[in-house]
């Protein structure tokens, strides 16, 4: 049986995206989260989430019941680091997924049109875009949960999770809204 991994990206400091991370805990239940970056900040590029209040991210991002694997994502500063208590300062993080290596980054040093060497059937997990992508691109699978709290392109507000039939990519309210078979 293969481990589920929930996935959330780009939360940009809004409650409501945290929220949603903590109800997708609840009703998935997954052994592991995996973190792909701009956890606090919603960065001069964004407009600010109606629901932005970083410090209440902090705390719930802290008191989560599952220590996240998190990456640096362009948002991140050291002082995010400060006040998380998981590491996040990391470009990118390598985990094993059956037989073959999930690469995680935010997107924004490695991404799909910079991929790092990966084997066939192996799979590049990035955020940034906040545009949800399920697909294979020469023998690599290109998986993006989209953004819980800030999507683009008319995309809803999404998260993924890894299991037993592949990676997903829910809406904010738990609904399925793409699927890729791994």
């Given at each position: ?17 945290a929220i949603t991370l903590l ?160």
């Amino acid at each position: 049986m293969k481990t589920e991994m929930l996935v959330v990206s780009d939360i940009h400091g809004a409650l409501d995206g945290a929220i949603t991370l903590l109800d997708a805990i609840r009703i998935h239940q997954p052994d592991v989260l995996l973190c792909l970056g701009d956890i606090l900040y919603h960065g001069p590029r964004n407009d600010l989430p109606a629901s932005y209040a970083p410090k209440k991210v902090i705390e719930i991002m802290n008191g989560l019941p599952l220590r996240p694997i998190a990456v640096r994502g362009n948002c991140e500063a050291e002082v995010d680091q400060m006040v998380l208590n998981f590491p996040v300062t990391s470009d990118y993080n390598i985990v094993p997924y059956g037989d073959r290596l999930i690469f995680m980054s935010h997107g924004h040093i490695y991404g799909p049109e910079k991929l790092p060497k990966l084997n066939e059937n192996d799979i590049f997990l990035s955020g940034h875009t906040h545009i949800p992508v399920c697909e294979k691109k020469d023998g690599v699978y290109l998986l993006n949960p989209g953004s819980v709290s800030l999507p683009k392109n008319g995309h809803p507000c999404t998260y993924g999770l890894f299991d037993q039939t592949g990676f997903t990519v829910y809406t904010k309210d738990h609904t399925a809204y793409m699927h890729i078979h791994l």
